[in-house]
């Protein structure tokens, strides 16, 4: 009896000890699973990998910009005055989170311009900001702004039932700006004048060149006039000459200040026009290059007839990262390649927009319908632009800088009206060409397709609904499940 009643009395006891321990037992599981949760979190932040999963590589900065970055040897502030309301206020964002990822000398500071007037105030009036929105750069003192008008350009379309493309330009901004403030040098860019060429202090909307001179500033680069009649020589600080449209002949002693600018390892753009006669054809010549009375006609490719689109480039520095991006070019002519009676420094000539196999240079300009004859006109492709080097002899490893020239069948594509799509950025990829700048070429404006989901007012409740209350009572009805399954 007496037995007995210990024995019941002891098995309570032990269930109760069997309880404590297992409570005892999914604490310590518990403990040991957030702390591993800690300890993956905190690894994680110290060593993690950054990857991208969106659609269209926006938010990648290109090699050539972790290079400017990477030279970057100051810290480096970044103020961003934009509204979240602007077209380009998220792209912007991303794009700058990419700059501070990539360097360790970024600092990014976000100031909105209507709720934080004090701070915006404050940044307008240290940094001399002309504009309400800015992205302002400042590296060891020195500072320089890019608008926020500048971010977002209006593209030619490819197509005339589409409306037209946005190109976003912010790496291509922001990495030039970076690069300015680095580099205290800043080469020369001397447009020639005298002979009715394109000026870049001309503000006319249409014909003026104010908006290409305001991007070569923009890249660091300092812009300036040449009259070659009063010169009477080419400066020694000149880095490029740019001759772009004249409509007048050149005199034979500015012809002959050109030739030996060339020959003295010079760089040239020149942007001709067709159905006039420069005088430097003879010079052109004697490098490669063959300028001809016509005008360059391509069906597949325009939309009224007095223009050439393209969006398909020949293959070379300047046109490599415009693959995809439409450059437009206005009754062009034809800039062909022809043999050169040289030793072992003969040019390299280098095509880089063409017109497609359906189009040819019309060498009767007059006509008003004009038709491929194939006796007389030169069927497609033929090259409206062409990039022309010389430098050391192939094969002989010798630090010479070479000669590079550029050459272009129409002026008005940078024009202040022409100025759309991609000729702003071939122009300022040229320009980079001419002056052995690659650290400026590979960043291109990145195209704004927007992706997006349009709903209506039920769809969106059925949506809320579903993700909001349906998941989780889903997992919840799921372990009751498990719960009353274990029970029974």
Same mark, same amino acid.
């Given at each position: 009896?007496?037995?007995?009643? !210990?024995?019941?009395?002891?098995?309570?006891?032990?269930?109760?000890?069997?309880?404590?321990?297992?409570?005892?037992?999914?604490?310590?599981?518990?403990?040991?699973? *957030? $702390?591993?949760?800690?300890?993956?979190?905190i690894?994680s932040?110290?060593?993690? !990998?950054?990857?991208?999963?969106?659609?269209?590589?926006?938010?990648?900065l290109s090699?050539?910009?972790?290079?400017?970055?990477?030279?970057?040897?100051?810290?480096l502030?970044?103020?961003?005055?934009?509204?979240?309301? !602007?077209?380009?206020?998220?792209?912007?964002?991303?794009l700058?989170?990419?700059y501070?990822a990539?360097?360790?000398?970024?600092?990014?500071?976000?100031? +909105?311009?209507?709720?934080q007037?004090?701070?915006? #105030?404050?940044?307008?009036?240290?940094?001399?900001?002309?504009?309400?929105?800015?992205?302002?750069?400042?590296?060891?003192?020195?500072?320089?702004?890019?608008?926020a008008?500048?971010?977002? #350009?209006?593209?030619?379309?490819?197509?005339?039932?589409?409306?037209?493309?946005?190109?976003?330009?912010?790496?291509?901004?922001?990495?030039s700006?970076?690069?300015?403030?680095?580099?205290?040098?800043?080469?020369?860019?001397?447009?020639?004048?005298?002979?009715? #060429?394109?000026?870049?202090?001309?503000? +006319?909307?249409?014909?003026g060149?104010?908006?290409?001179?305001?991007?070569l500033?923009?890249?660091?680069?300092?812009?300036?006039?040449?009259?070659?009649?009063?010169?009477k020589?080419?400066?020694?600080?000149?880095?490029?000459?740019?001759?772009?449209?004249?409509?007048?002949?050149?005199a034979?002693?500015?012809?002959?200040? /050109?030739?030996?600018?060339?020959?003295?390892?010079?760089r040239?753009?020149?942007?001709?026009?067709?159905?006039?006669t420069?005088?430097? #054809?003879?010079?052109?010549?004697?490098?490669?290059?063959?300028?001809?009375?016509?005008?360059? /006609?391509?069906?597949?490719?325009?939309?009224?007839g007095?223009?050439?689109?393209?969006? /398909?480039?020949?293959?070379?520095?300047?046109?490599?990262?415009?693959? *995809?991006?439409?450059?437009?070019?206005?009754l062009?002519r034809a800039?062909?390649?022809?043999?050169?009676?040289?030793?072992?420094?003969?040019?390299?000539?280098?095509?880089?927009?063409?017109?497609s196999?359906?189009?040819?240079a019309? $060498?009767?300009?007059?006509?008003?319908?004009?038709?491929?004859?194939?006796?007389?006109?030169?069927? *497609?492709?033929?090259?409206?632009? &062409?990039?022309?080097?010389?430098?050391?002899?192939?094969?002989?490893?010798?630090?010479?800088?070479?000669?590079?020239?550029?050459? /272009?069948?129409?002026?008005?594509?940078?024009s202040?009206?022409?100025?759309?799509?991609?000729?702003?950025?071939?122009?300022?990829?040229?320009v980079?060409?001419?002056?052995?700048?690659?650290?400026?070429?590979?960043?291109?404006?990145?195209?704004?397709?927007?992706?997006?989901?349009?709903?209506?007012?039920?769809?969106? !409740?059925? $949506?809320?609904?579903?993700v909001?209350?349906?998941?989780?009572?889903?997992?919840?009805?799921m372990? &009751?499940?498990?719960?009353?399954?274990?029970?029974?």
């Amino acid at each position: 009896m007496t037995s007995m009643s !210990h024995s019941s009395s002891s098995i309570p006891v032990s269930r109760r000890l069997y309880r404590l321990a297992n409570r005892l037992n999914r604490f310590s599981i518990l403990l040991l699973a *957030g $702390l591993i949760f800690l300890m993956v979190n905190i690894l994680s932040a110290r060593f993690y !990998h950054r990857g991208h999963w969106n659609r269209v590589p926006q938010g990648r900065l290109s090699s050539r910009t972790l290079q400017i970055l990477d030279s970057v040897q100051e810290d480096l502030q970044i103020s961003v005055l934009l509204r979240p309301t !602007h077209e380009a206020y998220s792209r912007t964002a991303t794009l700058l989170r990419e700059y501070a990822a990539a360097s360790d000398k970024v600092a990014l500071q976000w100031i +909105d311009p209507d709720r934080q007037l004090a701070e915006a #105030e404050q940044a307008v009036r240290r940094y001399r900001l002309t504009e309400g929105e800015a992205v302002v750069f400042d590296l060891g003192g020195r500072h320089q702004s890019v608008s926020a008008n500048n971010l977002v #350009e209006y593209g030619y379309p490819g197509d005339a039932a589409r409306s037209p493309t946005r190109a976003f330009r912010g790496e291509p901004l922001f990495s030039s700006t970076i690069y300015a403030l680095a580099h205290a040098l800043r080469p020369t860019v001397f447009f020639v004048q005298g002979h009715g #060429e394109r000026s870049p202090l001309d503000y +006319d909307r249409r014909s003026g060149y104010s908006r290409v001179a305001a991007r070569l500033r923009e890249a660091n680069l300092e812009v300036d006039i040449l009259n070659l009649g009063e010169a009477k020589s080419v400066p020694a600080h000149c880095a490029l000459m740019i001759l772009a449209g004249p409509v007048r002949e050149l005199a034979p002693f500015e012809v002959a200040l /050109v030739r030996d600018y060339l020959d003295r390892k010079g760089r040239l753009l020149a942007l001709l026009d067709a159905r006039i006669t420069s005088g430097l #054809e003879p010079v052109l010549q004697n490098w490669g290059v063959l300028l001809g009375d016509d005008i360059v /006609v391509d069906d597949s490719r325009t939309l009224t007839g007095r223009e050439l689109y393209t969006t /398909v480039y020949d293959d070379h520095p300047i046109t490599r990262p415009l693959q *995809g991006m439409a450059s437009v070019l206005y009754l062009p002519r034809a800039v062909r390649p022809t043999p050169v009676s040289r030793g072992g420094d003969k040019p390299v000539l280098s095509p880089l927009i063409s017109c497609s196999a359906n189009g040819w240079a019309e $060498l009767n300009p007059d006509d008003a319908s004009p038709q491929l004859d194939p006796a007389v006109d030169i069927a *497609g492709p033929v090259p409206v632009a &062409l990039a022309i080097e010389r430098g050391p002899v192939p094969g002989v490893h010798v630090q010479i800088r070479p000669t590079r020239l550029v050459v /272009v069948g129409d002026s008005t594509f940078i024009s202040n009206g022409g100025l759309m799509g991609a000729n702003v950025d071939f122009f300022l990829n040229a320009v980079h060409w001419l002056l052995e700048r690659e650290d400026m070429l590979a960043i291109s404006p990145v195209v704004m397709d927007d992706f997006r989901v349009v709903m209506n007012a039920r769809q969106l !409740h059925m $949506l809320f609904a579903a993700v909001v209350a349906g998941l989780p009572s889903l997992v919840a009805l799921m372990g &009751l499940l498990v719960a009353w399954r274990r029970r029974h």
